[in-house]
Every structure is written in structure tokens, then in C-alpha cells.
């Protein structure tokens, strides 16, 4: 079963400018999550999408959205680039029944803001 | 609000010497926690995961863990470290009951001396 695939590996943006950043799930998982990974912050959750719907919402500000599809997979959006958001973006997809599981990750997106 | 800490930022074992790391949650409710392994270049992989019942958890490449509620912890153990185990760890709680948007602590970094 093919794991949590990201896209780009790799990006470099100027401050001002917005990005996409994609995730696949694994086949079967519906529910994505994405985290901001940096050394200062360390690994910080920004949202989690289910079935097509944000389920839940971590605490970062409005320039930072996703969406999901009707096939479970998921892009995230942050407009109008900071340096501060410089960081390895990860995507986190789990089967995400009743009582929990596991959440398989991803190997990130290092974004680089100039 | 929730919160995870690990209150080691970094670690060094000697390879055969037992291991334990600690982790301390602030959480409301019944907690589900989380150890997660990071090796340089590797994207995230679940240790093991508690979420009720027994409070001695069994994870891969044999780790284990114990939930005290009384203290707050969930500390992570090995009893003979391998050289492959220096990586970064983190401990996590769910932020709801699907185990899904979790919330981290800052990680501990295990180095594994010879």
C-alpha cells in the first residue's frame, strides 16, 4: 500500500507571494491533518479535514486554509508569505474511526520564504 | 488548554544502556497519547499509542510505555538502546477523540554514544 505522498518536496517563495502545497492520503483514509514543523515551534497543528469538511482547527491565522476533496486528498494554501512561515510542512492522513488510530505521515514539504 | 512537555531537549545513551524519556500532559479529559519517532530525513512513525485500558503499552522495535494519571505522564523506555535509535522523539496527545489533530511536545533528541 503506497504511503502519505507530498508535493513539491521542495519550495522557495519570496515574501508577499502565496503557495499550494498537496497531499495524497493513503488509499482508504479520510481524514488529513497538516502540521507546521519548526525548530522554534517545533510541530504545531493547523488543521484536520474529514470528508471533505474541517473538522477541527488549530491556531493559526487566516492566511492559513486547506481543503479537501471528494477523493480524501488535500491542499493547503498560505497567502501573502512570511518569512516566519519557513518551515517543514507535514500531511498526516489516519482512517480516523471512533476510537482513534494511527496517523501515517507524510515527508513533508520544506517550504523556504525569501 | 492542552498541552504536551518533554522536558529533556537532549539525551546521550550509551548503545546497550537502558533508556527512558519523559513526557508530561495537561489535558481535561481521558487523554490519548502518543510517542512518535523522527530520524534525520524520515517523516514521522508511530511508536505506540495508548488509549485505554492497560497502562503498560507495548510499541515497535521495543519500546513500551506507561500512563501514570496520577503523575501527568507517559514516559517512553528501552531497556538496551541500538545505535539506530538516535533520532528525535516526540510524545503527543489527541486533540479529540480520533486521535487526530495532535498536539505535540517539543521532542527530545536521543544521541547513542559507543
Known amino acids: 500500500k503506497a504511503g502519505v505522498t507530498q508535493t513539491p518536496r521542495y519550495l522557495i517563495k519570496t515574501r508577499g507571494q502565496q503557495v499550494t502545497l498537496s497531499c495524497s492520503p493513503i488509499?482508504?483514509?479520510?481524514?488529513v491533518s497538516w502540521y507546521q514543523q519548526t525548530p522554534g515551534q517545533g510541530l504545531q497543528f493547523l488543521f484536520e479535514y474529514f470528508s471533505e469538511t474541517q473538522r477541527n482547527k488549530g491556531n493559526f491565522p487566516g492566511r492559513f486554509s486547506g481543503r479537501q476533496f471528494s477523493n480524501s486528498r488535500s491542499e493547503m494554501n498560505v497567502s501573502t508569505l512570511e518569512l516566519g512561515d519557513s518551515a517543514l510542512y507535514l500531511c498526516?492522513?489516519?482512517?480516523?474511526?471512533?476510537?482513534?488510530?494511527?496517523?501515517?505521515f507524510g515527508p513533508g514539504t520544506r517550504l523556504t520564504v525569501l | 488548554a492542552q498541552s504536551v512537555t518533554q522536558p529533556d531537549i537532549h539525551i546521550t545513551v550509551s548503545e546497550g544502556a537502558s533508556l527512558e524519556l519523559r513526557c508530561n500532559y495537561s489535558y481535561g479529559a481521558t487523554p490519548y497519547l502518543f510517542w512518535y519517532v523522527q530520524s534525520p530525513g524520515q517523516g514521522l512513525q508511530l511508536l505506540l499509542k495508548?488509549?485505554?485500558?492497560?497502562?503498560l503499552v507495548q510499541g515497535i522495535k521495543g519500546f513500551e510505555a506507561e500512563f501514570k494519571r496520577s503523575q501527568s505522564s507517559f514516559n517512553l523506555r528501552k531497556p538496551s538502546v541500538h545505535w539506530s535509535d538516535a533520532a528525535e522523539y516526540f510524545c503527543?496527545?489527541?486533540?479529540?477523540?480520533?486521535?487526530?489533530?495532535?498536539?505535540f511536545g517539543k521532542g527530545t533528541t536521543l544521541s547513542v554514544s559507543s
Open positions: 503527543a496527545v489527541a486533540h479529540n477523540q480520533a486521535g487526530t489533530a495532535l498536539i
Open positions: 498526516a492522513s489516519s482512517l480516523a474511526g471512533p476510537r482513534g488510530g494511527e496517523q501515517f
Open positions: 495508548y488509549f485505554s485500558g492497560d497502562t
Open positions: 488509499s482508504g483514509h479520510r481524514s
